[in-house]
């Protein structure tokens, strides 16, 4: 089971570092890209945490498609940014190149750690099964743990501090199966709820802080 779940996360950070490096280009970045750079509407929290809940579904019956769950659901990302977030902020709002390649290099360097590491889990299983024990016992922590631990990286890097509470989501969820002796795909499907709660109720708040712009002429 780690192998299927190892392979389609490392698929899945591979396309996410693929997109950021062929996105760090030097000519100027245009208006319609600048708006995938707006975190303050929600939406990429609504994504994620829907990608969460079908990961955790699939895995139960289909453990390859959570690879190409990213590119299902993207495009529904960039509907809702056309329909939602861009209608509501001025260009001028927008942030400029400098803070876009800035954010777009501290992706790329924890996608590539990221899929190191699932690589690396990959190797380890194929290539000495003597130690499948200790990752069917070890690995879940040690995923908790750093994916925890880039999540408050980028709080601190970012400044969202939403993503605090979503690394004190994962860290709940590992700490509560001491006592809950709930299956993997079950923490995935309630840590993507909670996430998906708090996306919905930040998309809300960016609606109503900023109506649609008045087209002149």
Do not use: C
Request: proline share 4%; glycine share 6%.
């Amino acid at each position: 089971m780690w192998i299927s779940i190892s392979v389609a996360i490392a698929l899945v950070l591979l396309a996410v570092v693929g997109y950021l490096l062929a996105s760090q280009r030097e000519k100027p970045i245009e208006d319609d890209n600048r708006y995938m750079m707006v975190y303050e509407d929600g939406l990429f929290e609504l994504f994620f945490g829907l990608l969460l809940i079908a990961a955790g579904i699939l895995l139960n019956y289909y453990a390859g498609m959570v690879g190409v769950l990213f590119a299902l659901l993207y495009p529904f990302v960039l509907s809702a940014k056309a329909l939602i977030t861009k209608p509501r902020l001025d260009p001028s709002e927008l942030p400029n190149d400098v803070a876009k390649r800035r954010q777009l290099s501290m992706f790329v360097v924890l996608g590539l750690f990221l899929l190191a590491g699932m690589l690396f889990v990959v190797l380890l299983e194929v290539q000495l099964p003597v130690l499948r024990g200790w990752l069917d016992r070890y690995l879940v922590m040690a995923l908790a743990v750093v994916l925890a631990g880039l999540l408050t990286l980028m709080a601190y890097r970012t400044g969202a501090q939403r993503l605090y509470l979503y690394a004190a989501f994962v860290l709940a969820a590992y700490l509560s199966s001491f006592w809950l002796a709930f299956a993997f795909p079950l923490y995935l499907i309630a840590i993507g709820m909670g996430v998906m709660v708090v996306g919905l109720t930040v998309t809300m708040r960016f609606i109503q802080e900023h109506p649609k712009l008045v087209v002149s002429g």
